[in-house]
Structure formats: structure tokens, C-alpha cells
């Protein structure tokens, strides 16, 4: 695992978050924008995201559906102060796009091969 895999899963991984946001709104017929979603999803990547990839990677945590379930908390996390006004179901989307980001993540990182169990190591750590 090299530390390119690790930028590149943290710059790609939360572009999932506006993406399914900005199809919730389309479909609810309102107009919010993509950039702004943006910004919501790295802010949660840098501040729970970070940790959360730390975590898992001290624990040795690979398992698909870990990522997907701290993913789908983080995102319910940032729903609740940022996305107060939705009703239950955008908190259920702000889950759906946590998660969503957060497999992307663990994609990225492990490929597809859902029975990884090394750890991440980066390059120059002892």
C-alpha cells in the first residue's frame, strides 16, 4: 500500500457524498450545488475521515463492512448540525452517502478483494 493509494482515496472517496446529496435534491426538485456538498464532505473526511482511516489502519481493520459502517456514522454524524433541516429520510441519504464514500475509500485502497487482511503501510513509517 503506498501513500499515493492513500491521497488518492482521500481525494476521490468523499466526491460520493455530493454526488448522491445532489441527486436527493434533484429528485426532491430543489437546486443546491455540487461544490457545496463538496466542501461539507471533505471538511467530515479531514475531520472524521483522518482519524477514522488511523484507526482502522492501527487495528488492522479491512473488512468491507466496517468501512461501510463507520462511512454510514460519520455520514449521519454531519447530517445532524449540517443538515438539520431534513426530515428522516435525508438523514438516511447523508448515511447512504457515507457509506457509499467510505466503500469508494476502501476500494481504493484494497482493491476489490473483500478478504484483504494486511495492513496499510506507508512508505518511510518503521
Known sequence: MSFRK????????PLMTPLVLTVFDYAKGYAFSFVAYGVFAYFAA??????????????????IFLFILGGASI??????????????????????????SALVFRIILYGLNFKATKGITIEGET
Open 46 to 63: 479531514i475531520i472524521f475521515g483522518v482519524p477514522a482511516f488511523f484507526i482502522y489502519r492501527a487495528l488492522k481493520w479491512t473488512n
Open 6 to 13: 492513500v491521497i488518492a482515496a482521500f481525494s476521490i472517496a
Open 75 to 100: 455520514g449521519f454524524i454531519m447530517s445532524v448540525p449540517f443538515f438539520g433541516q431534513y426530515r428522516v429520510e435525508g438523514y438516511i441519504w447523508c448515511a447512504f452517502a457515507g457509506a457509499l
